[in-house]
Every structure is written in structure tokens, then in C-alpha cells.
């Protein structure tokens, strides 16, 4: 009986641990099986839109329990696909449009590049008025100034005209040639008594009038600063004038009194050009501003032109241009036995090519 009691005890220690190691086998791991969503078809390695987590179709792996030792990989996919799961995290801030303006383009001024010419055209329409006198006396009488738009017929808003052209040496040096003819005629009645050359033209006797007219330059010219947006050239040539008053009076059957003066003179001064601003199609507003004084032969020479430019790109560093402004001529001598001044100024209009 003892030793049958022995048995049954053994028997039940046996069936004891043969439990324990069971139940161990078991809680060894817990099969996790991720499925796809189900409502829609997914392709492996594709990530829901709005989803915080990009799913993919592995095979079920086995994560270990709580308090056990966890295997080196616990992540094993099948073969065939690209990687394990991975959150995907949302951009901070969403992707937008930037609406602001759009920035000018840089103001690059148009000028003449090494060996291109530059010629222009200009229409002048200026206020002419000038004083002529000559000799110092006429008869023991004193010569009268004579106004040459009053006392001599001349026109006062006469069109005039003013060619140029340019050649560029290289990128600091130019030369450049200008040329303005005046051929004008006029008739008047005398409203005063004339003292001119050997004659007196009494009052109310008809004059007519003719007056050539030659304004000619040719010089070189340095430009002392030269950037992409300004430059600010200096030059200096010569000045050659040539003019030719002609009056005609029908007294003592018609004379003539001829009067003519040339000047050879020195021209120097400045040309300021400055970008203002630069479309998006290349064309370009610009200061374009001249400033000459002509000197020597007792003759001074002022030739000042304030003006704007808008400049038209026409491909291969070509551009045409038109040109308005401002612009006083003014002749004024210091002789007593010959005055010839001449002042003209008003508004210009020019047209020009850069080739």
C-alpha cells in the first residue's frame, strides 16, 4: 500500500511539470497578422493617402511575449517586397503658390558696343531770334541791331534738322560727326528806319531775306565711366559755322546787302547717360542728356540738350531708339564791327539706329 501511494505521487509531479512545460511552449510567442483594407484594392508597398502608416503584405511574424527574450529580427517580409513598415510622417507645412510680384529685371542701358555705328535724325522746333549788325557805323550814324525775325522777315518757329552719326573705336573711345543746315527766307515791311552796310532802309519799305545757315561738328569722345546701367562720356572737336545773311530792298531799283561770317572754333563737353528702368521685353528708359560749349574766334557756343530715350532691342546687339527734349542753341559774339548772335531753343523729337 506504501508503495503504491509512492507511485501516485510520482505520477502526479510527472504530470505536473509535463503541464508547466506545455503552457510554456505556448506563451513562447503571439502570431500578429496585419491585414490590408479591405474595401480597397492596394498594391504591395503602397501607402493609403491621408494614412499615418504605409502598409505593406508580409507574412505574419512572430513578436515575442512580455518577459522573454526578443530574437535579433523580429521583422522577417517576405520575398518580394521592398521593406519593413515605416510611418510616414505629414509635411509641417502644405506645399502653396507664392502669388507676389515678380522682380524687375535688371536696368541695363543700351550703348554702342566696339565697332557699331550709331546715326540719328532730329526734327528741332525752336523760337528763333538773333541780332545783326554791320558795320559799326552806317553814314556817321551808328548800324542798327536788327532783329531777324522782326525787322528781317525771318520765320520764328521754323522746323529744323539735325543728323549725327557715331562710330565706336573700342569700348572707352568714339568719334562722331553732326551736322545741322538752315536754309530760311522771309520778307517783311520795315517798320523803322534800317542802318545796314551802306544803305538806309527807310520805313515801310519791303525787305526780303535769305540765311544760310552751317552748324558742324566733328570730334572724339572718351567715356570716363562706363557700368552696365550709366556713362558719362567727355568729348571735344572742332566747330565749323559758316552763315550768309542775303537782304533785298526795292529802293533805288533793288539792292542787295550780303553779310557772311565763318567760325572755326573748339567744341568740348559732356553726354550723360543713365538707365531708368528695363521692361521684361528689353526695351529701356533712359536719361540721355548733352552739354557742349564751343569757344575761341570771339565767339561763344552753348548747345545743351536735356532729354529722355526709349531704346527697342532689334536682335544681334542691335537697337532703335526715339529721343525727346529740350534744346538751346545759342551764337553769341563780342566783335563792334560785326554781330551775327543767334539763339534758338524749343523742343526736339529724334529717331536713331545702333547697328
Not at 558696343?113 to 557805323?137: I, K
Request: proline share 8%; charged share 15%; net charge positive.
Amino acid at each position: 500500500m506504501k508503495r503504491s501511494t509512492v507511485m501516485l505521487l510520482v505520477c502526479l509531479v510527472f504530470l505536473n511539470v509535463i503541464s508547466v512545460s506545455y503552457s510554456y511552449q505556448n506563451q513562447d510567442s503571439i502570431n500578429v497578422v496585419i491585414d490590408p483594407v479591405s474595401d480597397q484594392t492596394m498594391l504591395p508597398g503602397y501607402a493609403q493617402l491621408g494614412s499615418g502608416y504605409q502598409v505593406s503584405d508580409y507574412e505574419p511574424v512572430a513578436i515575442p511575449a512580455v518577459g522573454h527574450r526578443a530574437p535579433i529580427r523580429a521583422f522577417q517580409p517576405s520575398i518580394g517586397y521592398t521593406g519593413p513598415i515605416s510611418k510616414v510622417k505629414p509635411p509641417a507645412c502644405p506645399p502653396f503658390v507664392a502669388c507676389g510680384p515678380k522682380p524687375d529685371p535688371p536696368c541695363i542701358l543700351p550703348k554702342r558696343m566696339p565697332r557699331q555705328w550709331e546715326f540719328s535724325a532730329q526734327a528741332f522746333w525752336p523760337r528763333l531770334s538773333g541780332t545783326l549788325r554791320w558795320p559799326a557805323m552806317v553814314g556817321g550814324l551808328p548800324a542798327t541791331e536788327m532783329d531777324m525775325t522782326d525787322d528781317l522777315g525771318l520765320p520764328k518757329h521754323p522746323v529744323l534738322g539735325d543728323y549725327s552719326a557715331y562710330y565706336q573705336l573700342n569700348w572707352n573711345w568714339s568719334i562722331f560727326y553732326a551736322i545741322m543746315p538752315i536754309h530760311l527766307s522771309g520778307d517783311t515791311i520795315a517798320t523803322r528806319n534800317l542802318n545796314f552796310g551802306v544803305w538806309t532802309i527807310g520805313s515801310g519799305s519791303p525787305v526780303r531775306t535769305k540765311w544760310d545757315f552751317i552748324y558742324q561738328r566733328v570730334g572724339l569722345m572718351y567715356n570716363a565711366i562706363n557700368t552696365c546701367s550709366a556713362t558719362l562720356s567727355i568729348y571735344t572737336g572742332w566747330l565749323f559755322n559758316d552763315q550768309k545773311i542775303t537782304g533785298c530792298s526795292d529802293i533805288c531799283g533793288g539792292i542787295q546787302m550780303p553779310v557772311s561770317r565763318t567760325r572755326n572754333m573748339v567744341i568740348s563737353g559732356l553726354e550723360l547717360k543713365k538707365c531708368i528702368r528695363t521692361l521684361c521685353n528689353g526695351g529701356t528708359l533712359s536719361c540721355d542728356t548733352k552739354a557742349g560749349i564751343g569757344y575761341l574766334d570771339n565767339t561763344l557756343v552753348l548747345d545743351i540738350q536735356p532729354a529722355l530715350r526709349f531704346s527697342v532691342p532689334l536682335n544681334c546687339g542691335r537697337w532703335g531708339f526715339v529721343r525727346g527734349g529740350y534744346r538751346l542753341l545759342n551764337f553769341y559774339e563780342n566783335r563792334t564791327d560785326l554781330k551775327m548772335d543767334v539763339n534758338m531753343e524749343g523742343g526736339f523729337a529724334e529717331a536713331g539706329l545702333i547697328f
